[in-house]
């Protein structure tokens, strides 16, 4: 078993902990994650409990097939996650993101070996609305999200969470591929990158995926591919927004100026997302245009879903081949190659 001393220190170094500003996070997050590694229930005993119900266990054998496609089909790190299973009613992770509010430039917290990272997790909602405060009297914007999941990049055995039970074949397929990417790949200080890449490759192995086990004309893989369409139309939504704003921003005007002028901005963004709302084929972003619009909030969406046209390229290059995509971007991680990787992202 695990020790907490070695929790402690590799928490000190994950993706799950975007930012070590003191050693009271660090310890709060690496008791949080011992209480988790500590009380997570083995799957055998998970599955041989009579007292479940049986669509409870479907989906913890579901969880599995996905695993195992993303290993053998898709070429993603074999790892030990998902063997262990723990009780959860509320949201795992609150997510922090910040960012000037005349500009687009996001608050960072430099961590060891992962790098710079835009964004700061909290088990608990106390804890990411005292750290909203903080940036908020620091003057800067703020988004506040809930993480369905995450990822120690394979450092630590995550556990199938209960909550992921509750979604449809779809959505949990795509986020345990999603994870399973950030274990497999992942970039030192490119966090947008990152959540980008694991998007792409989540959105497309889950349609893989299904069409494999119900065909390509199930009502599972048309799910699949309503939410990849909902994504793509939110990207453009996305891209649409931060232009415009990018442009204001860039006038030879005053910070005050810009701070009063955005607002009116937003407002037309929000405009534009209810003209597109019918659009939409999924509820997966409904409600967007009632959450209150700043810097953040539109960064921490795009983090996600900037241009996705890239990857796309690069996947029709490759012959639609996920594997071979997965692989691309292996060979890239192993061999250091930065120019490669810079250059995709120009």
Not at 100 to 117: A, H, N, T
């Amino acid at each position: 078993m695990i020790s907490v001393l070695k929790i402690f220190l590799l928490l000190s170094c994950l993706v799950l902990l975007p930012g070590c500003g003191n050693l009271l996070y660090i310890s709060k997050l690496g008791w949080h994650q011992s209480f988790i590694t500590f009380h997570s229930i083995p799957i055998q005993e998970v599955l041989a409990d009579q007292a479940l119900e049986d669509e409870t266990k479907e989906k913890i054998l579901f969880i599995h097939e996905v695993k195992r496609f993303g290993e053998e089909r898709l070429g993603l790190q074999r790892t030990g996650s998902y063997t262990k299973y723990f009780e959860l009613h509320r949201p795992i992770l609150h997510m922090i993101t910040a960012s000037q509010k005349d500009r687009f430039e996001l608050y960072s917290w430099k961590f060891p070996i992962i790098g710079r990272v835009t964004y700061k997790s909290f088990f608990t909602l106390e804890g990411a609305l005292k750290e909203k405060k903080a940036l908020e009297i620091k003057d800067y914007d703020v988004c506040i999200q809930q993480a369905a999941a995450y990822s120690t990049l394979g450092w630590l055995k995550d556990p199938i969470f209960s909550t992921m039970l509750r979604w449809d074949e779809p959505t949990l397929a795509n986020v345990i591929l999603h994870e399973m990417v950030h274990a497999t790949i992942y970039f030192k200080g490119e966090t947008d990158l990152n959540e980008q890449l694991a998007t792409f490759i989540g959105n497309r192995g889950t349609i893989d995926f299904l069409a494999e086990k119900y065909g390509s004309g199930s009502k599972e893989v048309a799910l699949a591919v309503a939410y990849l369409h909902d994504d793509l139309l939110l990207a453009k939504w996305i891209d649409e927004a931060y232009r415009q704003l990018s442009a204001f921003y860039a006038q030879p005007i005053s910070r005050e100026e810009k701070l009063e002028g955005r607002e009116r901005i937003f407002e037309s963004i929000r405009e534009k997302f209810a003209e597109i709302r019918e659009q939409f084929k999924t509820d997966g972003y409904r409600g967007l245009e009632r959450r209150k619009l700043n810097n953040a909030v539109l960064m921490a969406y795009r983090r996600y879903f900037q241009r996705p046209d890239r990857f796309e390229a690069l996947y029709e290059k490759l012959g639609r081949n996920l594997r071979k995509f997965v692989e691309y971007f292996k060979e890239i991680k192993s061999s250091g190659d930065k120019k490669a990787l810079i250059s995709f992202l120009e």
